[in-house]
């Protein structure tokens, strides 16, 4: 029947008008990553001030002229720039220093970087509470409307899908009009919901739906567990600024197992007691902090022992109290009132936890099909914690530093070069630390198993070996 090539073909459009959008979507959320990452340590993150770099609001409006170009100009503006490009020779020179190249980067990539350009530029910032949009279509970036909400989408789809059934009802009333009038066995009546429900119509939409359905699942399984920015609330406030910054503690004195082991560790409340036996009281909410360390190891800080395990809850909020009471006796005797509410709530917000282990939030978690080994980076590869953590020194809550992604480790592989000679390595991606005179045995030449490496750089045939040329691409050392 005609109308049923009609709803057929109308069916297949949509299908296939539908698919650009969904596979060339620059997501500025994902640009926000990349820009952090990789851009913001010389560009200015309100897009609309000049720092070491200019400010990149309207980038792709100044590139219009030269289609194109802005993709290779970020992957190597050098490059480029040698090829004696109007627009790039008059960038180069802007700045004193040279532009860091990213070969790496996919059309995709930049697509969503310049995406997180233009609305940050435009709204301010690309997350709730701005309610600005978070995704344009690829090539538009640097349109100045506000992209749709993904609501209106599915309203459209929604009147489109009836105009459709209303036609291919249309047209089926003509149909059996011109059958009477031609004496030929008339058709049944299409009702609506006939009409929508028409079997190819429902196989082309279970053929959509599988797809959009799989697209999404694959889309949102890649993200497991990466939470980049992710600052939960912990049980206790404990600050990072003010112990690994402002008092030094080394990341390992906690996380012992970072050294060690596969896992860096969450420390034992018995590792917070070896300095707060002797560190007792601080500010106010500081010492509200410190009486859950105490009631979750057992510790009685009034004499520097351990409670017996077997006493009761109620025993244990009395030598609570006293402590407080002794800790607060000079506030008390300015206002006794507001201090032993103080210590009330200060006893209630440890009941119930007395022996027990502190619950604490976990921020980062790989996906069980993922193996990383701490020790091996930071015992054998000498990387600082930073270079993952970021400046956890300066967090007072600790957040989700890096992206954690697959493509963010393979670059790091490809880009860093190991600790492969004496001493420390020279140069812009050498995120290591330790003593510059002593040899990293791991890779010492007399293992044997890099003694062409250590030969090449003796003759100066090579400056480094990056992680990538000693096998870590090999997708078993992650994934097995």
Known sequence: ???????????????????????????????????????????????????TGPALYGAEDR?????????????????????????????????????????NLTDTEIEDILAYIQVKGEFGCVEPP????????????????????PMYGYALLSVLLIAVALLGRYINTLTRLSQGKMGAVVSPEKSFFGVIFNPSVVKLLIFAGVLFGGYSTVNNAIGLGRQQGYQPTQPINFSHKIHAGENGIDCQYCHDGARRSKHSVIPASNTCINCHANI?????????????????????????????????????????????????????????????TMIQEQLASVEGTFNRPIEWVRIHNLPDHVYFNHAQHVSVGKVKCETCHGEVAEMAVVKQHSPLSMGWCVNCHRQTEVQFKDGLVEGKNSPYEGDANKANKYYSKDYGYYEQYHKEMSDKKREGVTVEEIGGLECQKCHY
Not at 5 to 29: E, G, R
Not at 63 to 82: C, E, F, H, Q, T
Request: aromatic share 10%; net charge positive; with cysteine.
């Open 130 to 149: 701005c309610q600005e949009p978070t995704s344009v279509a690829a090539g538009g970036a640097g349109a100045k409307s506000e992209p749709m909400n």
């Open 1 to 51: 029947m005609i109308y049923q090539k009609l709803l057929n073909f109308c069916a297949v459009f949509l299908m296939i008008a539908m698919l650009p959008n969904l596979a060339n979507a620059a997501d500025a959320k994902s640009g926000k990553t990349l820009f952090l990452n990789k851009c913001a340590s010389c560009h200015n993150n309100s897009m609309v001030a000049d720092m």
């Open 280 to 340: 007792q009281k601080g500010s106010k909410d500081g010492t509200k902090e410190l009486i859950k360390v105490y009631a979750a190891s057992g510790f009685n800080p009034s004499n520097n022992s351990y409670l017996p395990e077997d006493m009761s809850d109620a025993d244990r909020t009395k030598v609570y109290k006293k402590w407080l009471e002794g800790m607060y006796k000079d506030e008390r005797k300015e206002d006794e009132a507001s201090v032993s």
């Open 63 to 103: 590139w219009k002229k030269y289609p194109g170009d802005i993709y290779k100009w970020i992957r190597n503006s050098v490059a480029l720039a040698a090829t004696g490009h109007p627009k790039a020779t008059v960038m180069v020179k802007w700045a004193d220093s040279e532009m860091t190249a990213f070969e």
